[in-house]
């Protein structure tokens, strides 16, 4: 019997034991195509022969100092590399666990970028309804999952979410992209507007969002207007790019497509690509010289904080992003991923929409293809599509719709960055299969 406290209690797994490249290999020697690199973590595949040097090297010569006596080399040389990269005046790098530390990190400091300059009453957080941003009480207050939330619920009370950029269910007939795109936006200046622009502290957003929805991008036009409305109200904008962020959608950083900087940008998953627990959060010169020249001391923190191994890992696989050119291989099979997956499942009957950017898909499941009635949640068809296809081999992420039945199931597929043509026609096939 296993003593491992597992997610589902009633769930029967195998053991992985290796990795092999795009591979995942368990106890009997049954090998699974990673085709969701986990959660949209395995960017490298999992057995990258430079990761692995990099940490054992790392181990040899320190394995942890805490931030509070000493920085390290990695983690110096890791912020600058990001900073290099980085979009907008982001300037400085705060290195987390993982996701939602970083997302919690992101919302303490918004709130102690305003309490620094003499600004206590904003601390009011808009989110969108369908995201996830982590399971830490602060992360899931900000996730608009009405469920997760109700279940924990009071969680921080000066919370509000508006309607998601999800053009599939929600743009009106005749409406134009464009102006979609803008009334979505508009409703964040008129929740600035109801709860007092005085009040409100940062507004959070995926710019494609992952878990919730699968691979949703927001519509041309959108960031650009949720920037104007955040800038002219003082309102600092968060972009949660854990999950789509990290070179997924063929930038590093997701928003350089929206061409948009935000003022906190939060990433974990493929920093580390899952050979180590890493996350960070970057911000703005603005914000950080606002905690230098007030309190100089961001309230918070962790004990891994820029931990050396962790960033040693992650360093060498932005090393390895740029010797293969992994970003341009990504962009490249992007398009031939969208056209093996259509040409496979675009027809099937409860397909709905098939979208997303760079090696990041989602395949929302529907009931009828013609009306695109969502599917009823309690027959649970991406948690099925989910066993079967892993009993033949592929690894893909089920998400069920919302509960009220509002909006339908779906698959998100994240392959690893180094999957080849014949690799990826594979996962179409086996998913229409499944299916
Ligand atoms: N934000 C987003 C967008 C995510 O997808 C996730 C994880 N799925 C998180 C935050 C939380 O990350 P973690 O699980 O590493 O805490």
């Not at 948009?260 to 940008?265: F, N, Q, R, T, Y």
């Not at 490249?332 to 979208?355: A, K, M, S």
């Amino acid at each position: 019997m296993s003593h491992v406290f597992p997610r589902h209690c009633h769930t029967d797994l195998p053991t992985a034991v290796s990795g092999d490249g795009c591979y995942l290999i368990d106890a009997e020697g049954r090998r699974y195509f990673d085709g969701s690199g986990g959660a949209a973590v395995s960017c490298l595949g999992h057995s990258n022969e430079r990761v692995r040097a990099a940490i054992k090297a790392q181990v040899d010569a320190l394995a942890y100092a805490h931030t509070s006596f000493f920085t390290s080399e990695p983690a110096e040389a890791l912020a600058d590399r990001l900073i290099a990269r980085a979009p907008g005046d982001l300037d400085r790098v705060y290195f987390v666990s993982g996701g939602s530390e970083a997302v919690e990190s992101a919302i303490k400091l918004a709130r102690q970028y305003h309490l620094e300059r003499g600004e206590p009453q904003r601390r009011h957080l808009i989110a969108r309804r369908q995201s996830y941003h982590g399971n830490t009480l602060g992360a899931l207050s900000a996730g608009g999952n009405a469920w997760r939330r109700a279940q924990f619920a009071p969680l921080l009370v000066e919370m509000s979410h508006i309607a998601p950029c999800y053009e599939y269910a929600e743009r009106a007939e005749g409406e134009s992209l464009h102006d979609y795109g803008q009334r979505t936006a508009n409703a964040l200046e008129a929740e600035i507007l109801r709860l007092g622009p005085d009040s409100v502290m940062a507004f959070i957003a995926e710019p494609v969002v992952g878990a919730t929805l699968g691979a949703v991008a927001a519509v041309p036009g959108y960031f650009t207007r949720i920037r104007e409305i955040c800038d002219r109200y003082g309102v600092l904008l968060i972009l949660d790019e854990v999950m789509c962020g990290m070179g997924r959608t063929g930038h590093l950083f997701a928003c350089e497509a929206d061409g948009v900087a935000p003022d906190i940008l939060c990433i974990a998953k493929g920093l580390g690509a899952g050979y180590q627990p890493i996350g960070a959060m970057l911000c703005s010169k603005a914000i950080y010289d606002a905690i230098a020249a007030g309190t100089g001391f961001f309230q918070h923190g962790h004990t891994y904080l820029g931990h050396p191994i962790a960033a040693a890992a992650a360093l060498a696989v932005l090393e390895e992003f740029e010797e293969q050119d992994l970003i341009g291989r990504v962009s490249r099979l992007g398009p031939v991923f969208e056209t093996l997956l259509r040409d496979q499942l675009g027809q099937h009957p409860h397909v709905g929409d098939i979208r997303g950017r760079g090696l990041f898909w989602g395949i929302e499941l529907v009931e009828d293809r013609a009306t695109k009635a969502p599917f009823d949640p309690a027959r649970g068809l991406a948690g099925r599509v989910k066993r079967i296809a892993k009993s033949r081999g592929l690894l893909c992420y089920p998400m069920p719709g919302t509960r009220d039945g509002r909006l339908g199931d779906h698959i998100l597929l994240a392959p690893p960055f180094i999957a080849d043509e014949t690799q990826l026609a594979e996962v179409a096939a086996v998913l229409k299969a499944a299916l």
